[in-house]
């Protein structure tokens, strides 16, 4: 290490005990006041050891040892302490008693620390394990019991600027005087001027040669003529006042210097005790999620959260804080028909209505759009084979009853499609259902109008669900509340005595973020993925669930717009999957976690036989978001909790059989068709997502009714896509890695085989990035245009959405199944001109 000492450096010079020489600065001092200094701290630190020092010893070292150590003094002063502040520094110097060495003339120089240090309580002459608060080589106050946690130098022996700020020659023994020099004047100017800063100056000896150590008297020596002597002298400002700064802080100052920092002055003679400065101001979160600006103490004092100096209210800067599970499970009632019975051959009015509804008991109201006044809407309860005729109806009115002409949430036109407008059109999910009635995305309808599906529910039992699906709005319309479940059950299912009635739920988990006053928030822009902060099962944030002592059949519905959920048990307790999306698995499978890409839907058996009156059980969520890679940020940990009760409940067993699934033979397919998930640049959105690069009015995939193909889903992204095909449930082949060489894809290693709990009907599949995932499906029953997507609504809406239409078989005539439909819906259109039912305040519950 190099040093460069400062020019004005002057040599130093013995003085008689207790006698003061001042030597002359290389400019004349200014003639003012002069105070001495006792040093208000002083140690020493220890070159061979992390655990020495002297703080209250009766002297300090500096240069090296007989032995090879070295010693470095350190010595501070209160300087702010004495002197007022706005004063000028004229002249400083530093007087020390050499009272022990072994050597001649040294070299002896100050230089200022940068680091605060401290002094404890160790006494010894040649160093004592530190106490708390001692300064060691390693450490700048020592913690006794846990040295690593104490705040260390950065630099062992010291922190301290290069530039010594004195230096001079200390000999025989006597008192030695340093300064005055130029630097030592701006080192206390400095410490007058920040007085919070009290680092003072590290005493560097002779580190070159052994033997060269000299023996300093401390502040603690009894012989008082021999403590160390800081002689300041200043100039006070008799203009001087309180200078107020930016950041709040008060310094002393004269008129003149304080604007030159700045600094706003408070006129002459002002104090700075108390405090007279405009505190700053900031943000200042409170759990409702309002925000206002106020100074740190006055946030503090509300129990506010302050987001720190100068930050600016934004929306969406607080987020509401909720309690969890404080609200009940709810449970959607069936849909009650109009004619028929529910669960029977029955025919729906579903009412599109905005209402006002609580969805956490410290929550204002929400506004949402919901089917018949509820969020989510109720569960259509059908029964295979037997149809279902639904009665679509958009009666969505403003807050003056008015139906509405525009939509409830900002809507960004950039995505195909996108209009400010409440249309809607329902699609049910996972419905084997004719084109005609498949809410086909361009088929919106705005309030006043209608539309008459019929479902035929000639498919598998699982729950199912319906919800909007209007062109480039989807997000925005599903987001608002309009979703809900539809259970299709048979004679077989109801054989195998699994858990019923209040012991069969569905739990539709939906994550959503609040403004403060209740309402829904969601970006104005088109976002890649939308991310709540809240998780809702059955429209209540985090709600617990009472439970009785059995098992409870649950179906896990993933209906967010982007999130993935992967759920578990806080206790880990296994459960077991007994279907997929499109019916049971041939067996239960036990499992300790399931993960579902939006969309996707686990039928689950929980058992809570073996658990005492009280236990309490957190569903959990685990996945990353985006997935399977994501922030932390977008983390939510709990989904709901469950709590037994002191009642038995369902307690039948499981059968170990469900029902046996036809296996789709690869060996009857007669196209495979390659599907590459990719994002590309956007004018308007600035990122778009694309199937095979292609827009939805682009038809390429065209199965021909009756046959059998292999889709691959070639993710080429850094994210996992929930695919879904409307129409047909398929079978997961399996995943298979890839690797792009030269631009192409090349599969590698073998493709890896659905897990058991994968391996039933889907009409979801996660096609995870950069992997084939592979799907077998027919094409049965009828024709026509149908999309095909991505469920991450964000995707399907910009515009990772296309249609593949079933075709008939050159030259047949259209299937028999075909007429039907045809027929069943010409029929609907002769009889059911469907009139808006006038709409009662009671409906808005
Ligand atoms: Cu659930 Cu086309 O969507
Ligand atoms: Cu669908
Ligand atoms: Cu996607």
Redesign the pocket.
């Known amino acids: 290490m190099t040093f460069c000492y400062a020019a004005s450096t002057v040599r130093l010079q013995r003085s008689g005990v207790g006698i003061l020489i001042l030597l002359s600065a290389t400019s004349t001092p200014l003639r003012g006041d002069t105070v001495i200094l006792a040093p208000a701290k002083d140690n020493t630190v220890y070159s061979e050891a992390d655990d020495v020092s002297n703080g209250a010893g009766s002297y300090m070292f500096s240069g090296m040892t007989n032995s090879g150590n070295l010693r470095r003094a350190l010595i501070g002063f209160d300087v702010s302490g004495s002197i007022p502040a706005g004063s000028t520094i004229n002249s400083v110097t530093l007087r020390l008693y050499m009272s022990r060495t072994q050597a001649g003339n040294q070299t002896v120089r100050l230089h200022r620390l940068l680091a605060d240090w401290g002094e404890g309580t160790s006494n010894a002459n040649s160093g004592a394990f530190a106490t708390n608060n001692d300064a060691t080589w390693k450490y700048r106050f020592y913690v006794v019991n846990d040295p690593p946690s104490a705040p260390a130098w950065t630099s062992p022996g010291g922190d301290y600027a290069v530039t010594a700020s004195a230096s001079g020659t200390v000999g025989g023994i006597g008192a030695y005087i340093w300064g005055s020099s130029a630097a030592m004047v701006s080192d206390v100017q400095t410490w007058l001027d920040s007085p919070g800063v009290k680092s003072g100056w590290i005493i560097i000896g002779n580190e070159a040669q052994s033997q060269t150590a000299k023996r300093f008297d401390t502040r603690e020596t009894s012989q008082i003529s021999r403590r160390p002597q800081l002689t300041i002298d200043f100039t006070p400002d008799p203009t001087a006042g309180a200078c107020c700064f930016m950041n709040g802080s008060c310094q002393v100052r004269s008129e003149a210097v304080c604007n030159s920092l700045n600094g706003s002055p408070q006129g002459e003679g002002t104090s700075c005790t108390p405090n007279p400065c405009a505190q700053p101001t900031g943000a200042c979160c409170f759990t409702s999620g309002t925000c206002q600006t106020l100074a740190q103490s006055g946030c503090t004092m509300q129990f506010g959260a302050y987001q720190g100096d100068f930050t600016a209210c934004m929306p969406q800067l607080c987020p509401v804080i909720l309690t969890p599970f404080v609200d009940p499970l709810p449970i959607p009632p069936l849909a009650t028909p109009i004619s028929g019975a529910p669960g029977g051959a029955a025919t729906y009015d579903m009412h599109m209505i905005q209402v006002q509804q609580q969805l956490h008991q410290d929550l204002p109201m929400t506004t949402l759009w919901t089917y018949e006044g509820m969020y989510p809407g109720p569960t259509i309860l059908a029964t295979r084979n037997v149809p279902v005729i639904v009665n679509w109806i958009n009666d969505l009115r403003d807050e003056f009853n008015n139906p509405r002409t525009t939509h409830y949430l900002p809507v960004d036109l950039c995505p195909h499609g996108a209009v400010n407008e409440p249309k809607v059109v329902v699609h049910l999910h996972g419905g084997h259902v004719p084109a005609a009635f498949d809410g086909y995305p361009e088929s919106t309808f705005l309030p006043g109008s209608s539309a008459t599906y019929a479902y035929p529910n000639n498919q598998l039992p699982s729950l199912i669900w319906y919800h909007d699906h209007a062109l480039g709005i989807t997000r925005l319309n599903v987001y608002m509340g309009l979703a809900g479940g539809y259970v299709i059950t048979d004679a077989f299912e109801q054989s195998l005595n699994l858990p019923s009635g209040e012991y069969d739920i569905p739990l539709i988990i939906q994550d959503r973020t609040f403004n403060s006053d209740g309402s829904l928030y969601y970006s104005a822009a088109w976002a890649e993925h939308f991310f709540g902060d809240k998780m809702l099962v059955n429209g209540k944030v985090w709600p617990y669930f009472n439970v009785k002592q059995g098992k409870y059949r649950l179906r896990a519905l993933n209906g967010c717009n982007s999130r993935t959920l992967t759920l578990s048990l806080s206790n880990g307790q296994t459960f077991q999957q007994i279907g997929t999306d499109g019916g049971l698995l041939p067996a239960p499978v036990v499992l300790n976690q399931v993960t579902l890409g939006p969309a996707e839907r686990a039928d689950l058996i929980f058992d809570f036989s073996t658990y005492p009156p009280g236990t309490e059980i957190v569903l959990e969520n685990s996945a990353d978001a985006p997935f399977p890679v994501g922030d932390p940020m977008h983390a939510i940990p709990n989904v709901m909790k469950f709590i037994v009760q002191n009642q038995i409940g369902f307690t039948g067993a499981i059968p170990a059989s469900l029902r046996a699934i036809e296996t789709l033979n690869p060996m009857d397919v007669v196209t495979t068709r390659e599907l590459t998930l990719q994002k590309t640049t956007d004018p308007c959105t600035g990122s778009v ?1 694309l199937i095979n690069g292609m827009h939805w009015e682009h038809i390429h995939e065209q199965p021909v009714l009756g046959t059998t193909e292999i889709w691959s889903f070639i993710n080429r992204s850094e994210i996992s ?1 929930p695919m879904h095909m409307h129409l047909t449930f398929f079978q997961v082949l399996g995943r298979q890695d890839f690797d792009i060489v030269l631009g192409q894809v090349v599969p590698i290693g073998s493709p890896v085989p659905p897990a058991p709990e994968e391996a039933g009907w889907k009409d979801t599949v996660m096609a995870h990035p950069n992997q084939i995932t592979r799907v077998i499906a027919r094409f049965e029953d009828y024709t026509g245009l149908y999309p095909y997507h ?1 469920h ?1 609504l964000e ?1 399907e809406d910009h515009e ?1 959405m296309r249609q593949f239409e079933v075709i008939a078989p050159p030259g047949s005539i259209p299937a028999v199944s075909e007429w039907g439909a045809f027929i069943m819906m010409l029929l609907l259109f002769v009889v059911g001109a469907v009139v808006l039912r006038g709409r009662t305040p009671d409906r808005a519950s």
Do not use: A
């Open positions: 997502w896509h991505c991450i995707h990772m």
